[in-house]
């Protein structure tokens, strides 16, 4: 799909497994996969702005329908039925054939993206906001302005989170953000570590989903579920149609609303203000 490569996207991607933090909403794999389209795109992204932001929503919106019809579900609880919070729910996910499953998952979802790459299709009639509101990125913006720690990449490729990835109420953009945010400190450097490196943060990383202390201050699993509890505990929910209880046509119907309504704006402040805590204490 595209040759170029970013080890930093990837760290910030640490926390989005198992449904973000193993908490079992939009897989991996969809909002991987959604952070790959805008990585195709990015040099639109940054010559065109809003017209090509709404284009390439509307291409990650494909993209997740045609996961969702090909593998029935797209939240990480629903597609494999496991609770990464308890023990049970971790030996389940070792049987073979889930792991199998997942990793099926993992090839047609790269096939489909192979197939979304090409050029965006014009959108034309993106109203002009004088401040356009991005949940993920004003997230990732708070967090740079508090703590000094960013990536612009990443902020801008970010824009796939509006209204739950391509508007198809998948994980609230604020949560995203912030889950990225910390891993841009906290996350897995994974072409620099060797295979038993890996398995080792692997192992680690799901022991913490089961301690009610916090066994690592600097493991993204550990202080990552804390930011997660912290989100449901406020806005009820992790999925942004859940939280807001409708869905939304497209850039324009997304802006209206979010630009109205002070409980996103809340949230996605809850979270500058949690991820810095966490990445300054």
Known sequence: MTARK??????????????????????????GGALGLALQYDEAIETRGAPAEAALLAVVGDYVRRFEERHKASLCRERTGVNFYTLKGQLRYLVPDKIVKCLRHTSGAVRDLHGAAGRLRPVSDVHSHPRAVHCARDVLRGIREQ???????????????????????????????AIMGINLLFGFDIRKMTHLQTANSFISGHLALLKKKPMNEKDPFTV????????????????????????FAGWNDFQAYVGALGECRNLMELMIQEASHTMQG
């Open 6 to 31: 970013d080890d930093v996207l990837l760290r910030a991607a640490t926390g989005l497994e198992g449904g973000v933090v193993a908490s079992g909403s939009t897989c991996g794999v969809v909002t």
């Open 147 to 177: 703590t000094g720690t960013g990536y612009p990449l990443l902020e801008r490729v970010s824009v796939v989170f509006d209204g739950g990835l391509g508007y198809q109420g998948q994980i609230c953009g604020a949560l995203a953000g």
């Open 224 to 247: 990552g579920r804390q930011i997660v509890k912290r989100f449901r505990d406020e806005a009820g929910a992790l999925d942004c149609k859940d939280i807001t209880g409708r869905s």
